[in-house]
Structures are given as structure tokens and as C-alpha cells.
């Protein structure tokens, strides 16, 4: 039997891929190791694994086993687990025995972060909005200057891709940019920003013609009350090897709906019953990726927002694409109590 500490980094092959995410997202190490009834090795399953099969076209309710790396990594003791493992970078290394049943799971020193990796790409900031979804405290503070824990929410997102040596900041601003400015001018040194004032409200997207002639290459655009905790350098790798000209990063999410659902035919006739059932879509994120030419397909001075702007871009006949992410490594503080699961999320409880 396997150790019950470990049982979380454990899936039954009789999960579905929905299943084994939220398993994923449960034990937080981005793997769940996949076994059959014995504890037989089946195969490993990774966030990239499951946004691999959902881009070919699988489903989240397909059987688990259509997804997995069926061709794991795996040692037959721990001294060899140790030696695979710090060799590359893997998240576990399960070790099993002769009959191949896992028998532990080696997982490093714990410390499951990723390499260091500069990508050194531009970075857009949507950030005029008022924020009303966060009255009363929009009255006082621009929406991105709304502490989360120790920081205000910008800086969260900033901090996040400075670890991506993403280092220049472009920061669209309207409703009280002044206090905006203000606060960056006393970190001065801290950040290379460059300021483009709105002077009427443009919407989600419009505000990116600020910046036609002044970016070049492949960039990063968020609007501020969102955080991303995937893997960056994933993202820009998706977005160059499909040539895309915008990537769209949505998050899954899971909704359980409380009450039975009774689909009905002709004449009354009951269809289908399900009870409680869940319902997976996904969502935009507000993050993108974005070639330069975009900007430049854009018309001045008007209101737009971006999904329209994406819609152009498709009708063009340009390849625009989604990457999707796990519903846990989205954070967004758009109303009050997501700005406290953030929080939570951040700092814990």
C-alpha cells in the first residue's frame, strides 16, 4: 500500500481529466502520479499534459488515461530516484518495484519552484479603469493601487514578471492617474515605466493605440487587477511556436450547480436527469500575448474592447489562439471577495 502522505500526489485510473486537475490543484505540485487498482505505474499527469490534450481536442470528462505521459520517468529505489531527479528538473520521480507498483514518490527538497528563465519581453498595462465592482474603495484609490496584503495589486503583477526579467513596464492610466504616478514616483528606481494618458476612456483594448510606434516585438498585456501564477516562459513558447499574433491565456472554471437538472423533450418527456451536476467552461483571464502589428491594425482615439479587437484580428484571418490554464493559477481581485481570496492566496490565512 502506498504511504498515506503520498496519496495525494495519487490517481486512480478511473478518474476523469477534470477529476485529476482538481487533484492537481489540491496537492499543488503541478503532478499526479496515475495507478491502476494494484498501485501499478500507468503513467503521470502534468499541467502540461492536460493543456497538451486539451488543445488536440480532448475533453475534460474523457477518462484520465487518454491524457497521461503513459512513459514516465520512474526509479526502483531512492538513491536512484535522487539521482534522476537532480539530473533535470522533473517534479517526482515515483519509485516502484520489480512488478512496477509504486512504492513512494520522490519529490526533492520540497522546493518545487522552476528554474530561473529571462525572457526579457515588454509588458502593457490596462490600467485607467474606475473600478466600480470595488466602490466604496475605488472612491479613494485608483483600482490597481488597492493593497493586497503587503502590496498594492500592480506590484503583485509587476514583482511577478520582473522574475521573468520582464523589466519595462508600459502603463495605460485615466481615472486618478495622477495618484497613480505619484505613488511609482517615490519607488522611483524600483521600475521602468512608461506612462500613456488616456483622455477619454477607451475601453479594455483602445487604449493600446497610445503606444502605436513604440513597441516593436512580442508583448505581454494584462489589465491590473489580475495575477497569473503559470509558467510565463510556457506561454511565449506557445505564442512563437504557433505563430500567433495574439495568445489568450483563459483559466478552466468549475461550477457546481446546487440543484438536480432535468433536461425536457416534446410533449414533457423526460430527456436526461443529472444531479448536482458541474459545469467546466472557460474564461478569460485578461492576459494576452500580442504582436506589434495588432497596434497598428487598431484605429486611433477609439473605445474598444479587447475581445473585439481579437475578433478583428480573426476575421483578418491571423492566428489568434487560447492557452489554457488551471483555474488556480488565475487570481483575480475585480470584486471584493476575490480581493480577499487573493489575498489569502498570497499571504495564507
Not at 494618458?197 to 502605436?212: Q, Y
Amino acid at each position: 500500500m502506498i504511504d498515506n502522505d503520498l496519496q495525494k500526489f495519487i490517481g486512480q485510473d478511473s478518474l476523469t481529466v477534470l477529476e485529476a486537475i482538481q487533484r492537481i490543484d489540491e496537492n499543488a505540485s503541478g503532478i499526479l502520479i496515475i495507478v491502476d487498482e494494484k498501485d501499478t505505474l500507468l503513467g503521470c499527469l502534468t499541467d502540461g499534459d492536460v493543456r497538451r490534450y486539451l488543445l488536440a481536442g480532448g475533453k475534460l470528462e474523457d477518462g484520465v488515461t487518454a491524457a497521461i505521459n503513459a512513459h514516465p520517468k520512474y526509479a526502483h529505489s531512492v538513491e536512484e530516484a535522487i539521482g534522476l531527479f537532480h539530473k533535470r528538473h522533473y517534479i517526482a520521480i515515483p519509485v516502484v518495484d520489480d512488478g512496477m507498483r509504486v512504492q513512494s514518490i520522490y519529490l526533492g527538497n520540497g522546493e518545487l519552484e522552476l528554474p530561473q528563465i529571462s525572457l526579457n519581453v515588454p509588458v502593457v498595462i490596462n490600467a485607467g479603469g474606475k473600478g466600480t465592482r470595488l466602490d466604496p474603495y475605488t472612491k479613494v484609490l485608483p483600482k490597481p493601487l488597492i493593497p493586497v496584503g503587503e502590496l498594492p495589486i500592480i506590484e503583485h503583477i509587476m514583482q511577478r514578471f520582473q522574475g521573468y526579467d520582464c523589466n519595462q513596464f508600459h502603463i495605460i492610466v485615466n481615472y486618478k492617474k495622477q495618484i497613480m504616478k505619484g505613488y511609482f514616483a517615490e519607488n522611483e528606481g524600483k521600475y521602468d515605466i512608461s506612462w500613456y494618458d488616456e483622455e477619454k476612456p477607451l475601453g479594455t483594448g483602445g487604449g493600446l493605440t497610445l503606444l502605436k510606434g513604440k513597441l516593436h516585438e512580442t508583448f505581454f498585456f494584462t489589465n491590473c487587477d489580475n495575477l497569473l501564477l503559470s509558467n510565463y516562459d510556457s506561454i511565449i513558447r506557445f505564442h512563437r511556436e504557433h505563430q500567433n499574433v495574439i495568445t489568450m491565456i483563459c483559466a478552466y472554471k468549475n461550477i457546481q450547480i446546487p440543484y438536480g437538472v432535468v433536461e425536457m423533450g416534446i410533449d414533457g418527456v423526460i430527456e436526461e436527469m443529472k444531479e448536482k451536476p458541474q459545469l467546466s467552461f472557460l474564461t478569460n483571464t485578461g492576459i494576452y500575448v500580442v504582436e506589434p502589428e495588432v497596434i497598428d491594425d487598431m484605429e486611433e482615439g477609439v473605445a474598444i474592447g479587447f475581445p473585439d479587437v481579437v475578433e478583428q484580428q480573426k476575421a483578418k484571418g491571423r492566428n489568434v489562439a487560447i492557452y489554457p490554464v488551471s483555474e488556480n493559477d488565475w487570481l483575480d481581485m475585480g470584486q471584493l471577495p476575490e480581493l480577499e481570496a487573493m489575498r489569502k492566496k498570497l499571504y495564507g490565512e
